[in-house]
């Protein structure tokens, strides 16, 4: 998920030296929307989270060692806020992953990009003002294109995979409105405060996995695996969760927050093309037609809301 922080303003760059910026971000928009169909790969209801443990355990040392110094700046405001901030990160990824399983990557994908649409009809809700009339035409178009894009045979109801994600994006719109009210959080460095987050999931996915009845353990699971499945967890952390925070941060100080956050706003359309070329996910009419509402609804959505 995204993770970029406000920057001071940044020089325009030359066409040349703004797509050498451009092409990493790009490249995170392309594993972010691949990470889908990667984790359908590796888990199974049983061993959901099991693999959280497995994924983000790995990553974050590394990120508490190349932040150290920072992290003994947090103060003890700044160390709550994140630490609230990561139990809702936790319920995000729990929801994104059993949704995952129980869904197609490429509804997973479109259905979580509702996200761009919920966050400013949230944020409109907070402060009691009205969004314009073309931003709520672009969020019709959204949830119409969602409506398509989860129908089978006929109409039927979104299945329970598709409710989990629409509860994922709906917990995302949280997790930004969190971050805009925590005033504690809004001087804290980036790094430092995507460490606390991971590390406060993980400590509730730990805490989870301990519990009887909540699936695999994560050694069993790990013990489970093959090659597939390790290089699948690689991914997912190294390139996932890793290669795309630093990226992030490389990129806002090289560019700008909005040019960024407009590449990164590309994951779903690599979310559809990573089901449907690799996963050899199938959409009918009705769900291609989804497919094109939902991406067209929610880039509209993004230029009526800038």
């Known amino acids: 998920m995204s993770t970029v922080s406000a920057a001071a303003p940044v020089p325009v760059l030359a066409p040349r030296r703004a797509w050498l910026a451009d092409l990493p971000v790009l490249l995170v928009a392309v594993v972010w929307g691949g990470s889908y169909l990667a984790a359908k790969g590796i888990t ?14 790995l990553v974050l040392p590394v990120l508490v060692i190349a932040g150290r110094r ?7 405001a700044q160390l709550r806020g994140a630490g609230v901030l990561g139990l809702v990160l936790g319920g995000i990824f729990l929801l994104e992953t059993y949704g995952v399983v129980h869904t197609s990557a490429t509804n997973a994908g479109l259905i979580i990009s509702l996200t761009m649409i919920f966050t400013p009809l949230a944020e409109a809700a907070v402060r009691r003002s009205r969004p314009s009339a073309g931003f709520l035409g672009a969020a019709a178009v959204s949830v119409a294109g969602v409506v398509l894009l989860t129908q089978g045979g006929g109409i039927t109801a979104p299945g329970l995979g598709d409710l989990l994600i629409l509860g994922a994006a709906l917990a995302r719109t949280l997790h930004v409105l969190l971050m805009a009210r925590i005033k504690a959080v809004q001087e804290a460095d980036s790094l430092s405060l995507t460490t606390v987050q991971l590390g406060s999931a993980v400590a509730v996915f730990a805490v989870l996995a301990a519990v009887p009845g909540t699936g ?15 290089a699948g967890l690689a991914f997912l952390s190294v390139f996932c969760t890793l290669f795309a925070f630093f990226v992030q941060m490389w990129a806002v100080r090289r560019t700008s927050p909005s040019r960024v956050s407009l590449l990164l706003g590309t994951e779903p359309l690599w979310a559809a093309a990573a089901g449907i070329v690799i996963g050899g996910e199938h959409l009918g009419p009705a769900g291609l037609a989804g497919v094109v509402l939902v991406l067209g609804g929610t880039a509209w959505g993004r230029r009526t809301a800038a």
């Open 70 to 76: 920072r992290l003994r700046a947090l103060t003890p």
């Open 44 to 57: 199974a209801t049983h061993t959901v989270i099991a693999v959280l443990v497995l994924r983000f355990a």
């Open 216 to 230: 695999a353990s994560p050694w069993s699971a790990a013990a489970g695996f093959g090659a597939a499945e390790w």
